[in-house]
DNA sequence: GATGAAAGCAGTGCCTC
DNA sequence: GAGGCACTGCTTTCATC
């Protein structure tokens, strides 16, 4: 697995990467036609993106409240112990929270922040003392809850293009030079 | 008011959102044989889902670093205001930010949580002075960044079943083991 | 990137349980 | 009411240019 990106996506490429995040089930002939490319051009492409890892899957986007999840709770998790051991064990917890829709390690003023999804108070107050006090070295859980979505999408189209050629010229820190120190999120 | 739960989900409903949650692309035929249906009962479950807006769509998941977007920030604005109309302001005017992923009303010591995807730490200057602090009755914004994902999944595959039953009423269908992997991280 | 043939798939009507 | 089967027309795939 090349880590450095090989060929960087050209425009095409980021048309498709948008359709894509419009519609992951569109047909290649669709796909064709909507970037301007022939049905086996758009697939091929299709294709290579998805070898290299670019788009990591597809998958169906659900109405939570239909499947009788009615709230969404944020997270914040602070550790009482930021050793190297202590955040590995809570890591390691913390992906087999069956409740857990995302978790990551974050700067600021706590350790961790997470989505939640439950179907009640109720089961939220269950949650709270069966999976996520239990997990090892917490110090600190504050819980926020999503009162209405105001805006939810995988990624802005407006991202979905290729970088911007910096101001200035020959500046060229856009995009290329952050690898040290963030992970790839 | 009696069309709010027109008729429950059943537990092949379920497998299938699991199904697709795992790959939207999956073909019916795919999808029938792991449900153990046939492609075109499979298809006509798949659809009705669709209809009664379960499934509210499907789109490809990326790798926001080959992306270029290195950075993915968690951003908390407490608005100087909460009246009605700051507000719908405030939501109106989010709904258009080029970088917005994610923004929703919450409960607790701030007002709302966005999700920002940006390319680089200059990135993120630019567009917290340019889409961010300029937004309308603003008082305050705090902002963390991922480190790390430590696990990221659209529905936990473990919340895609039927509801259990209540405790106490006789239920003993809860043998449900959950060694579901985690679809990507 | 395009073309054409072959394989695979989706969509429909009809039948069974 | 729901599942399965067979047929028909597309779509995808894989040669090849």
Known sequence: MHESVATPLDAIDYRIL???SGDGRLSDVALGERVHLSSTA???RRKILEERGAIRGYTADFDFGQLGLHMMALVSIELASQAEQALNEFETA???CPSMSFCSFV???TDFM????VR????YDRIYRSELSTLPHVARIRSSFV????ASR???PALLQPPAPQPGGGGGSGGRSLHHGLARV
């Open 42 to 44: 758009a697939a091929r």
């Open 114 to 117: 997470m989505i939640v999804h």
């Open 154 to 156: 995988p990624v802005p």
């Open 18 to 20: 948008q359709e894509l």
């Open 120 to 123: 009640s108070f109720e089961d």
């Open 147 to 150: 009162m209405r979505r105001v």
């Open 94 to 96: 913390v992906v087999r």
């Open 107 to 109: 700067s600021g003023d």
